[in-house]
């Protein structure tokens, strides 16, 4: 998981990575665990193989994913 | 690179405890644990987002980060995403301000125009001023941040005469992101205003968004401004085992889809997407859930669920 964060930081050129933990009726201890191996494993190991891997990002050229409709951008 | 952050955000979901649903206001008060846990586990920053939704309780943004500022000592405390254009910037000044100084300068906002759209009706704001509204109220909120006195008008509220608001913010202003949800309009209205980049990202793989991060990176160039940093948002769950994490996110995100489905007319969860979404590479990883929906009529039907 943490190589894959650090995939996706890498690719979208990131410095900082946002979890939104809660869902509706989860329950609390689930929460805290979410947060908890988040904070202590997950972060810490992204920023091991970052640290590994210089930063090699570079323009692709690839067109900006969209999510509109005649031009406009589409909001429900 | 700087040291990548981390940040933990919450739309103020109603939890349950052995399977009793808590009260709003326990809820609430789990909100703050849940500020001191993650500062406590070193993460950089704790947000809420704003909704006006059955089971969500982060409706009143300032008041949550003003008592989490006070739970915590070191954690930054923002807002995932503050629906501005329903805010009217002056008051949205003045409560940010206040969370700021009480929190020794740790308050820091994301300004987004809203996928879930609920704010409208319930302001009497009307819809079809969606796009406009927003760079309206976005251009004045940066005015007040920015500028010591202001005179302003504009179309959507009262003119301003050589107003200066207390408390006062540190000059400048607090850090201000602009949160996206896939319009590349709003990439480029953040490089425009010379603001930081927050991707909410509901949809799709999420390297997808690599080309936004592109267009940005160019659209600061052209604009004249320096880089600035790019910020992602997504969902997700992690237990200690992917079973666990499979199983216990599956169960609570079920209800909810469902729900959202059948109000906005968009796939029906089932098991087998589920599996298939969590097993395919469509999420970040096999313990990290990310909601996620596939077209992008799905995509932004969840947006209006999970994004603003």
New interface residues.
């Given amino acids: 998981m943490a190589r894959k964060i650090a995939g996706i930081v890498q690719a979208n050129h990131l410095s900082r990575f946002d979890l939104k933990y809660d869902v509706l009726h989860l329950p609390r201890e689930a929460r805290a665990r979410s947060i908890r191996l988040f904070g202590e494993k997950v972060a810490p190991r992204v920023r091991e193989l970052l640290a590994d891997d210089a930063d090699d990002w570079r323009l692709t050229g690839r067109t900006p994913a969209q999510i509109i409709q005649g031009g406009k951008a589409v909001h429900a | 690179?700087?040291?990548?952050?981390?940040?933990?955000?919450?739309?103020?979901?109603?939890?349950?405890?052995?399977g009793r649903?808590?009260s709003d206001a326990e809820t609430l008060r789990?909100m703050i644990e849940?500020a001191q846990?993650?500062e406590?586990?070193?993460?950089?920053?704790f947000?809420v987002g704003e909704h006006y939704r059955e089971?969500?309780v982060d409706s009143a943004t300032p008041v949550l980060l003003a008592a989490a500022a006070q739970a915590t000592s070191k954690i930054r405390l923002g807002t995932?995403v503050t629906v501005l254009s329903t805010q009217d910037p002056v008051r949205l000044y003045q409560q940010f301000a206040t969370v700021d100084g009480i929190s020794g300068g740790r308050a820091q906002l994301v300004l987004g125009?809203?996928?879930?759209?609920e704010s409208f009706p319930l302001f009497g704001y009307d819809i079809a001023d969606?796009e406009d509204i927003f760079e309206e109220k976005l251009d004045l909120f940066l005015r007040l941040m920015r500028e010591d006195r202001v005179t302003w008008s504009g179309t959507y509220r009262t003119p301003l005469e050589a107003v200066r608001l207390h408390p006062r913010m540190p000059e400048g202003g607090i850090p201000a992101w602009i949160g996206i949800?896939?319009?590349?309009?709003?990439?480029i209205r953040a490089a425009r205003h010379g603001l930081p980049l927050?991707?909410a990202i509901i949809?799709?793989r999420?390297?997808?968004?690599?080309?936004?991060?592109?267009?940005y990176?160019?659209a600061l160039a052209q604009f004249g401004q320096p880089e600035l940093?790019?910020?992602?948002?997504?969902?997700?769950?992690?237990?200690?085992t992917d079973d666990e994490a499979k199983n216990?996110?599956w169960k609570?995100?079920q209800?909810?889809v469902k729900q959202v489905s059948e109000e906005?007319g968009f796939y029906a969860p089932t098991a087998e997407r589920y599996a298939e979404e969590v097993d395919t590479g469509r999420s970040?990883?096999?313990?990290?859930r990310p909601?996620r929906a596939r077209s992008?009529a799905s995509?932004?039907?969840t947006?209006?669920r999970?994004s603003t």
């Avoid at chain 2, 970040?284 to 990290?288: E, K």
């Fill in positions: 690179m700087a040291e990548l952050e981390f940040g933990l955000n919450s739309f103020g979901d109603v939890a349950t405890d052995g649903v808590l789990l849940e846990l993650a406590s586990v070193g993460l950089d920053v947000s089971g969500m995932s125009r809203a996928s879930a759209i969606y949800g896939g319009s590349p309009d709003s990439v927050m991707m949809g799709g999420p390297e997808r968004f690599a080309g936004h991060a592109e267009l990176l160019r940093p790019i910020a992602q948002h997504s969902l997700g769950f992690i237990a200690d216990v996110h609570h995100w209800p909810v906005r970040t990883s096999d313990r990290l909601w992008p995509c932004r039907r947006i209006c999970v």
